[in-house]
């Protein structure tokens, strides 16, 4: 692809060389004279400058002295994703079922639909068009799956839960396992049945090894274009808005909301019932305690969590602990000092 047709593609601006050719998208340090490189804030603007890309998508206040080949967007980053899936395409698969799959009768499967080696689908499960079960993939009895999806190797979705269209499930990932819910009855725990479902929305995209549990009574909930990162834990009846971010190894306790597009951090370990109102930031590593709310847009740290204000006071004033320390030594030695002179 030519420069100039890029930048007509992404619906920008170019400058320079507007016949180069454009083979593929690299960082600015590995770029060569065929690819395409983006640049954002002075560090990037810096590294430009001794980058051999061919091409850099820029932003519009960018300079330019050298004279480079470059396309002006409004914001690289989102320029550059786009130029990805245009220059790199994701790999195809053919239509159909491996030999080696055990698919039931009673399964529904649309047009152009993949399932690969050793994979397993049960009993009323409907499979949209287009889309791709990986290898050793085991999708249970009355599962729905929307179209154009993609599931990678070896994930498991259990019984009655239902995904929507254009999911992205990595490998290791089980939707639909039992919640975490026992009743203790004299000396021994009893196991409460998790008799409810999972739904999850379009273009929803779940990590490698991350876990999704069916409700104990009910639905656990995941909206339309959330993202989970990997190894992360979506416990029975949560309710998990639309374009939500999830950061790995962060789990939710049974019964959490977590409103619109909140930003939850890595290793955020979230208590029962809480509820994370709309564009809310929870900062990583933090501790959310029991029936918690966390306001719409705030920003909280720390366990635990609260204000990122008065996280940053705490660990100023633990920070200055140490002198505090001394100060009050030296202080006690004078006050010591005073009495013997007076006792004497």
């Not at 309710?239 to 962060?250: D, E, K, N, S």
């Not at 990583?284 to 940053?312: D, F, M, N, Y």
Request: hydrophobic share 40%; charged share 20%.
């Amino acid at each position: 692809m030519r420069v100039k047709e890029l930048a007509e593609w992404l619906g920008a601006t170019f400058e320079g060389d507007g016949e180069r050719e454009i083979a593929g998208v690299s960082s600015l340090d590995r770029a060569g004279a065929e690819d395409v490189a983006f640049a954002v804030g002075k560090k990037g603007e810096d590294l430009a400058s001794s980058s051999a890309a061919g091409c850099l998508l820029v932003g519009q206040a960018f300079a330019n002295p050298n004279g480079r080949t470059l396309i002006r967007v409004q914001d690289p980053r989102a320029a550059v994703a786009r130029t990805i899936h245009r220059l790199h395409p994701p790999l195809t698969h053919d239509a159909g079922i491996h030999p080696s799959a055990v698919v039931a009768d009673s399964a529904v499967l649309g047009e152009g639909v993949s399932i690969g080696p050793l994979a397993g689908v049960g009993k009323g499960a409907r499979i949209g068009a287009e889309t791709r079960i990986g290898p050793g993939c085991m999708i249970g009895e009355r599962v729905q799956i929307g179209a154009r999806c993609l599931l990678h190797s070896h994930v498991t979705v259990y019984e009655n839960v239902d995904i929507g269209d254009r999911a992205v499930l990595h490998s290791g990932c089980v939707i639909g396992a039992d919640g975490f819910g026992f009743v203790l009855e004299g000396e021994r725990y009893q196991k409460f049945p998790q008799i409810g479902s999972v739904i999850i929305g379009d273009d929803v995209e779940i990590g490698a090894n991350s876990c999704v549990d069916r409700a104990a009574l009910g639905v656990t909930w995941i909206g339309e274009g959330t993202k989970l990162d990997n190894m992360v834990h979506v416990g029975h009846n949560c309710r998990i808005g639309r374009h939500v971010v999830v950061a790995a190894q962060t789990g939710f306790s049974g019964g959490v909301v977590v409103e619109d597009y909140a930003v939850i951090g890595g290793q955020v370990g979230i208590g029962d019932k809480v509820r994370i109102e709309s564009r809310a930031v929870i900062g990583s590593g933090a501790g959310i305690l029991t029936s918690k709310i966390v306001r719409g847009g705030q920003v909280v740290w720390g366990t635990p969590a609260r204000p990122l204000k008065e996280h940053l006071e705490q660990l100023a004033n633990l920070a200055r602990l140490p002198e505090l320390r001394r100060q009050v030594r030296q202080l006690k030695q004078t006050i010591d000092q005073m009495r013997n002179r007076q006792e004497k």
